[in-house]
């Protein structure tokens, strides 16, 4: 049966390739219709069919007070009366700066771009011209946006469309890309071992939200600090998903190990289009206009998304915040994983602070080759007959989850509900 989604699909094909903007929405991986959406409020959004969903991709993060907060958009409201963009200075900018220099220790200063891949790819363009190395190393499975240097064996649209290797990357940048497995610190020592003294930087998802939800072994992050100490290598923690998301003072504060340079985006936007990058002093003075690497943006620090973005930072400081997030995001998984266990299926599900990641697999993935072995078409069936159920999950197999503080424990027992009915279906 055709309906509005289907009609506004058909439509945005003309114009748009695959008729959207990025690519996992289009549903490619898990077939069917993707769902144009008109409004969202709390853990809800709704399609043109005026279908209501609960949600739980929030935006792949920024949502983690909820959608259209009030005090969200009061303030974005109040800024943009202001004025859109200036291309100078503004006050908000020092705020957002001090507040995430504030809540993440190891950044003594940051820049504020546009996106997460502005983030990374200006992140690693610093760590190269600081250390004056040009081999980085990243991790199979790990997203670290689109730049080209970081689209070789790629999670997130990539893995989903089983092609971890953008075309269009000169193999001349991607040989400077040293791609090695998430989790193995031995490769790791091996690496640096014979070229430790090539290497520019290391960039990993501390918990990497990519390849759906797979968490790194402290002993590996403790592995990484290490070398890259002792080989005078960057150390760039990728935390523009987990940032926030898994604590109030990120990734590395659950780890308590210290990155060199912390890239970050989504949450700090608080739904608008604002990133950042920042570490130690003396590797950001390394940046225009101090030094020699250049980085520019003419909508950087826009001051009606760092009005967002610092509401929302303020709103995640509330007493409690994360201990509810944390406990209403592991009610989830816990309650997946039993409601599947009564099912008989091979499932497992994990969750931190307010991410999580559902696997239909007996045990928690904890690399790359495991996701990748997880049964990827009784996923598609479960998200499908979720959908039907009104529960908006990743339309893939190998992207993490999200819970805002709006998903109360109604929301998440009537989600629990659905998943056991799904089950029994598969
Ligand atoms: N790359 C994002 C998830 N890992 C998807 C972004 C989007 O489609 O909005």
Redesign the pocket.
Known sequence: MTDKNDLLFARAQKTTPGG??????AFRSVGGTPRFITRAEGAYFWDAEDKRYIDYIG??GPAIVGHAHPAVVQAVQEAASRGLSFGAPTEGEILMAEEICKLVPSIEQVRLVSSGTEATMSALRLARGATKRDKIIKFEGC?HGHADSLLVKA???LLTFGNPTSAGVPEDFSKHTLVLDYNNSQQLEDVFASIGDQIACVIVEPVA??MNLIRATQEFLQTMRDLCTKHGSVLIFDEV?CGFRVGLHGAQALYNISADLTCLGKVIGGGLPVAAFGGRADLMAHMAPLGGVYQAGTLSGNPVAVAAGMTTLKLIQAPGFYEYLTKQTRTLADGLSAAAKQAGLAFSADAVGGMFGVYFSDKVPTSYAEIMASDKETFNRFFHLMLDASVYL?PSAF?AGFVSASHNDIIIQDTIAAAAKAFAEL
Not at 20 to 25: A, E, I, K
């Open positions: 959207v903007n990025s690519p996992v929405r935006s792949w997203y999670g997130s649209g939200g990519n998903m990743a992207e």
